[in-house]
């Protein structure tokens, strides 16, 4: 299957500095890409949902403002943490797909990054 | 609205044992549904999808499970576990890709950790 990366794989920061994560697809072109966050011992939890050249749709409940999304090419999204606090702390991981198709009806795979591993002190 | 229940937490067998991680689903409209396995440190993969073909789904590593309308079921099953598997397994529903303009939002069950015991 195709791949999709991360960097880095984990960052340790201190309270009230910003962090960019950078997720990347490397055989494909992401015209979708997805961001979750993890905490321990849960599940994923959808944060946003960008797609290539346009502004990402946040869930309910993530402040745009703290977590900055940029899907400036089909291969490259960022995460940027934005004055980070400890409750920030947590698994982040990226998924990505190629939406060309979706309105025929076939469904592309989302390709997940190997995560990036947040701890602010 | 969509969801996926994920009945164990933890479920330990034995090598050469089968395997049964149990997932029942929740949704409004035609599901897909997906088994994903998370190894430490490495991304979530892919086991199988059921996307409204064959009840009886296939993956990969010896993996299958079967969709089953009347018990809005899911479950996850293996004849005989390896050592290899050993990891967490995240049931997962979306909504089919019959909609136009639908971004197909995963949603993930809260995943059950199996542990294989020499």
């Known amino acids: 299957g195709a791949v999709v990366s991360q960097h880095p794989s984990w960052v340790i920061c201190k309270s009230g500095t910003s962090v960019k994560i950078e997720c990347r697809s490397l055989d494909f072109q992401a015209t979708t890409m997805f961001w979750y966050r993890q905490f321990p011992k849960q599940s994923l939890m959808l944060m946003a949902t960008s797609n290539e050249g346009s502004k990402a749709t946040y869930e309910q409940g993530v402040e745009k403002d703290k977590f900055l999304i940029n899907h400036a090419s089909l291969t490259l999204s960022t995460l940027t943490v934005t004055s980070a606090h400890p409750e920030d702390s947590s698994f982040y991981i990226c998924?990505?797909?190629?939406?060309?198709?979706?309105?025929?009806?076939?469904?592309?795979?989302?390709?997940f990054g190997p995560g990036t591993r947040l701890t602010v002190l | 609205a969509q969801s996926v229940t994920q009945l164990d937490s933890h479920v330990s067998v034995s090598e050469g044992t089968p395997v049964l991680l149990r997932c029942n689903y929740s949704?409004?409209?035609?599901?897909?549904l997906f088994w994903y396995v998370q190894h430490p440190n490495k991304g979530l993969q892919l086991l199988l999808k059921y996307t409204s073909a064959a009840t009886l789904v296939k993956g990969i590593n010896g993996f299958e499970a079967e969709f089953k309308k009347s018990e809005t079921s899911f479950h996850l099953t293996k004849p005989s576990a390896h050592m290899s598997d050993a990891a967490e397994y995240f049931c997962v529903v979306s909504r089919l890709p019959n909609y136009g303009g639908a971004t197909n939002k995963l949603i993930f069950g809260t995943g059950t950790l199996l542990a294989v015991q020499p």
């Open positions: 998924s990505a797909r190629d939406s060309f198709g979706d309105l025929a009806g076939t469904y592309n795979e989302q390709f």
């Open positions: 949704s409004s409209y035609s599901p897909s």
